[in-house]
């Protein structure tokens, strides 16, 4: 009798702990600490990549983007710990795949920095030259 308590205590144990480390677990540790940050969780498709376990830690690559569009527009990295029976973000890694979000390369134009389309990379001021500073016109013949 004790044999038999004593294994489905083990088992109980071991498919606790494996309910806790699957996709789904990571995903909501990785949902409630985007919305606690202010995040609008429930206009955005948030899936997991990919999770690496180990022990109590877990690393997962999260792809996000914005509701029914299909489109990951950032992938994040996510260092995760289990507390309390349930997955918690306690670090972040960029992973540089930002599309929509990622910062210009070098020697491009991004529309949305405030400057003036075309204008010098890393120098000019991105206002209008004055009329002084630009060449005299030629009269049309």
Known sequence: MRIALLSLFLCLAACKSGQNQSNDAVRQGVLDYL???GY???GM???IANVQFKDNQADAQVN????????TAMSMGYHLELKDNHWTVVGK???GQHGALAPPSAGAENPHAGGAPG???GGGSGKMPSPEDLPPAGKKK
Do not use: E, F, L, Y
């Open 93 to 95: 890694s960029d992973s």
């Open 40 to 42: 609008n969780v429930s």
């Open 64 to 71: 996000t983007g914005a509701k029914g569009s299909g489109a």
């Open 45 to 47: 498709d948030i899936t």
């Open 119 to 121: 204008a010098a990379p």
């Open 35 to 37: 919305q606690k940050s």
